[in-house]
T-cell receptor
Framework: NAGVMQNPRHLVRRRGQEARLRCSPM?????VYWYRQLPEEGLKFMVY????????ESGMPKERFSAEFPKEGPSILRIQQVVRGDSAAYFC???????????FGPGTRLTVT | GESVGLHLPTLSVQEGDNSIINCAYS??????FIWYKQESGKGPQFIID?????DKRQGQRVTVLLNKTVKHLSLQIAATQPGDSAVYFC????????????FGKGITLSVRP
């Protein structure tokens, strides 16, 4: 069984460009979570989505960041007009409905130059 | 606000010894706790979890202890092996928090051969 897939694994963007991060949950999982990890820090919750719905976006910055989980295809975390402070590792996790356990992907490491 | 923190940033142990990693949390509404292991360049890997109605849970070579009175969580690793070297995070989830996890900062476990 394939685990949570994320791509790209590494992404380099110049300031002002857009970054698109993709996450394919484990098979059968309909809940997706995005977390951000700064160097030597723990993971910080960003957003929780179910298919076609944003359930909790309390951790998302109000501007430039958006997330979606369409009926078909991967979940997308989109960062517009990136700044150096957006450089971090972005992790996606998925879970079964009503399940506590979240399985994490390998992350996307975003570097803004 | 909520916070989950770890007492020590690094822990060095001799191979074969037992390791104890401690974690404090501040949200008394937390009902579920998890320990994750993160190796360099990878996503967090689930180790063991415990619900708030329990005070101890054992897995293979690992034991999690929960003391709700002092809001303290610990992870014990028996017969620590070189492959246990990683960063360890405790995380908690609050009742009604829409599954989002709050992570501590992390502690690095280094196993000496």
């Amino acid at each position: 069984n394939a685990g949570v897939m994320q791509n790209p694994r590494h992404l380099v963007r110049r300031r002002g460009q857009e970054a698109r991060l993709r996450c394919s949950p484990m098979k059968g999982h309909s809940h997706v979570y995005w977390y951000r990890q700064l160097p030597e820090e723990g993971l910080k919750f960003m957003v929780y989505l179910q298919k076609e719905n944003i359930i909790d976006e309390s951790g998302m910055p109000k501007e430039r960041f958006s997330a979606e989980f369409p009926k078909e295809g991967p979940s997308i975390l989109r960062i517009q007009q990136v700044v150096r402070g957006d450089s971090a590792a972005y992790f996606c996790a998925s879970s079964l409905q009503d399940s506590y356990e979240q399985y994490f992907g390998p992350g996307t490491r975003l570097t803004v130059t | 606000g909520e916070s989950v923190g770890l007492h020590l940033p690094t822990l060095s142990v001799q191979e074969g010894d037992n390791s104890i990693i401690n974690c404090a949390y501040s949200n008394s509404a937390s009902d579920y706790f998890i320990w994750y292991k993160q190796e360099s360049g990878k996503g967090p890997q689930f180790i063991i979890d415990i619900r708030s109605n329990m005070d101890k849970r054992q897995g293979q070579r690992v034991t999690v202890l929960l003391n709700k009175t002092v809001k303290h969580l610990s992870l014990q690793i028996a017969a620590t092996q070189p492959g246990d070297s990683a960063v360890y995070f405790c995380a908690e989830r609050s009742t009604g928090a829409n599954s989002k996890l709050t992570f501590g900062k992390g502690i690095t476990l280094s196993v000496r051969p």
